[in-house]
């Protein structure tokens, strides 16, 4: 059984940092994708950052010079660093492992196509307050 459990996430001042983690169980690490997502209210949930069991990652979008997605295998832990967070970074953030595997991390899903293609966290929220 796949399991995924996210921690780290909290209420931290515009311009602070925070590492949210993912403990990753139950899932063929080699051949791994690990996604970040995030969901604000009212607004759709997007892809944040991903990486794969052999370390391939990318941060996507207007995060790639502030996040950082890491691993540590041997724990089977997936870290996202974000620094300089702003207000616009406050929503829940999910981790998710793709069920394609390494396809995934190389064909991302789209929308609400990505709710079957994941295993989900239950998510940690993140508040950056000014």
């Known amino acids: 059984q796949v399991k995924l459990v996210e921690s780290g996430g909290g209420s931290v001042q515009s311009g602070g940092s925070l590492r949210l983690s993912c403990l990753v169980s139950?899932?063929?690490?080699?051949?791994?994708?690990i996604v970040w997502f995030r969901q604000a209210p009212g607004k759709e949930r997007e892809e944040v950052a991903m990486?794969?069991?052999?370390?391939?990652?990318s941060i996507l979008g207007p995060m790639k010079a502030r996040f950082i997605i890491s691993q540590d295998k041997e724990k089977n832990i997936i870290f996202l660093q974000m620094n300089d967070l702003q207000s616009e970074d406050t929503a829940t953030y999910y981790c998710?492992?793709?069920?394609?595997?390494?396809?995934?991390?190389?064909?991302?899903?789209?929308?609400?196509?990505?709710?079957?293609?994941?295993?989900w966290g239950q998510g940690t929220q993140v508040t950056v307050v000014s």
């Open positions: 990486i794969t069991g052999d370390g391939r990652a």
């Open positions: 998710a492992a793709d069920r394609r595997g390494t396809d995934g991390c190389q064909h991302p899903c789209h929308g609400s196509q990505c709710d079957a293609l994941n295993f």
């Open positions: 139950g899932y063929t690490y080699r051949t791994q994708c």
